[in-house]
């Protein structure tokens, strides 16, 4: 299923970014529900659109896929982007990072998310490029976003800490990794558990990092 290499331009204008937006949608919908054996013509029809229209925009399923991927966890993103906004306006800096860690647990704790990683994981034998393409679009991006978080702490004296590298691996593995372990047996954490390691985990965190 490798790339058309002669496929033209993608299509541009108003229409063809609605049809687009259409066909994003519809894959990640139907990668979620079927997974990565949905058919295009099966989401082409749940876009609304022809076969022929989402080749146009994606010359592959894997080139699809990627896109569902890059935008599912831009949303992520655009979360952590506005915790870092508001942890410019706070002194608190444990309520900053028990801020942060529950905006990671929602954003890694959304079942359409989880299902996509999981998809990710079922299918790494098959095509490993999809692996990479997670890797760099999910977890290497909301490292480096977190570790931006511990940079402007850091700045501002409210944490010390001298491999942000190492940092950023322990922040989500005190609060974060627990869910995506047990969402990969398809459970969930209960939510007085979840919270309990959110505030247990920053605590042990500051133990560590906060600035004397």
């Known amino acids: 299923m490798g790339k058309d290499s002669t496929r033209t331009a993608a299509p541009s204008g108003k229409r063809a ?23 295009m013509d099966l989401i082409a029809a749940t876009a609304g659109v022809s076969k022929v ?4 925009h994606f010359g592959s399923k894997e080139e699809l896929f990627t896109e569902v991927i890059g935008q599912a966890m831009g949303e992520a993103h655009t979360t952590m982007a506005q915790v ?39 299918e790494l034998r098959r095509f ?21 978080v511990f940079g402007d702490l850091c700045d501002r004296g409210q944490l010390a800490i001298t491999d942000v590298e190492v940092a950023v691996i322990q922040f989500f593995s ?20 979840a ?6 985990g920053v605590d042990m965190f500051l133990e560590r990092y906060r600035s004397c």
């Open 84 to 122: 870092r906004t508001r942890l410019a306006d706070t002194d608190d800096v444990r309520q900053a990072l028990l801020d942060t860690a529950r905006a990671l647990v929602t954003a890694a704790t959304d079942p359409s998310r989880l299902a996509l990683r999981n998809l990710v994981t079922g």
């Open 17 to 39: 970014e609605r049809n687009r937006q259409a066909i994003i949608a519809a894959a990640r919908e139907m990668f979620v529900r079927e997974g990565f054996d949905a058919g």
């Open 53 to 56: 229209t989402v080749y146009n």
């Open 128 to 148: 490993p490029e999809l692996g990479h393409a997670y890797q760099e679009r999910g977890p290497a991006r909301s490292a480096a976003a977190l570790g931006e």
């Open 174 to 193: 005190l609060a974060v990794y627990p869910h995506l372990i047990v969402g990969s047996i398809g459970a969930s954490l209960r939510q007085d558990l």
């Open 195 to 200: 919270e309990r390691l959110i505030t247990d």
